[in-house]
């Protein structure tokens, strides 16, 4: 077993998916969903050592819950997964202006998930309860919480290409413009495609057609 391996939190509004992976080689060694949160059937499903597993977390249950379940139930079946845990990730739905990549979770950081969790009310305030509990069960990687921003892919977005036609104090003041989703899952991608097609990142161009929604074309050759 690898020394590098990394937690995965994606707390979403009402489920949390979690994963630990080794950085180096990209083995999974742990997958799971808590999901049906503030709901009597609140439940958790994992997969380890090729096994899949399900339990109640318990009316009502969510985040909290689920995370000292994951801490206290799962990884106490297999102890030496945490103690070669080197990093913790956090999915963020909403970094707002301010990130434009991946950042190491401090005090300022977590202030800034908070400001941009009015573009993210679902989101953001989950992604807290996940890097707050974090934190606690793993006091010794206190330094090693990364926050990975969904919208830090399209900071590179030109002006014209962000703005909405709407009263510009409205960007000033408010913040309201286009921020782009689901960033990490394009950065990804875009460099997937540019090895399959063996061509540099900036040579190809990204179009994205999710179910029940419209369609994107990302081109950004700065990237």
């Not at 969790?117 to 606690?136: D, R, T, V």
């Not at 061509?199 to 057609?209: D, R």
Request: charged share 20%.
């Amino acid at each position: 077993m690898s020394s590098k391996l990394v937690l995965v939190l994606n707390c979403g509004s009402s489920s949390l998916k979690f994963a630990i992976i080794d950085a180096v080689n990209g083995e999974e060694y742990l997958s799971g969903l808590a999901e049906c949160f503030h709901l009597p059937e609140a439940r958790i499903k994992w997969k380890m050592d090729g096994n899949k597993q399900e339990a109640a977390l318990g009316a009502g249950a969510a985040h909290s819950e689920a995370l000292n379940f994951i801490v206290n139930t799962i990884l106490a079946q297999k102890p030496e997964l945490s103690a070669q845990l080197t990093a913790i990730g956090h999915r963020i739905v909403h970094g707002g202006e301010k990130y434009t990549s991946s950042v190491v979770i401090d005090e300022s950081v977590i202030q800034g998930i908070k400001d941009a969790a009015s573009f993210a009310p679902l989101h953001n305030p989950a992604h807290l309860i996940g890097i707050e509990e974090a934190l606690k069960s793993f006091p010794q990687l206190k330094d090693k919480n990364v926050a990975v921003f969904d919208t830090a892919f399209h900071q590179t977005m030109p002006e014209e290409s962000y703005l909405y036609a709407l009263p510009y104090n409205l960007y000033k003041e408010h913040g309201i413009r286009r921020y782009g989703a689901h960033g990490t899952s394009h950065f990804y991608v875009t460099q997937e495609a540019a090895k399959m097609l063996n061509k540099p990142v900036e040579e190809t161009e990204h179009h994205h057609l999710p179910p029940g929604q419209r369609w994107f074309r990302f081109c950004y050759p700065q990237r």
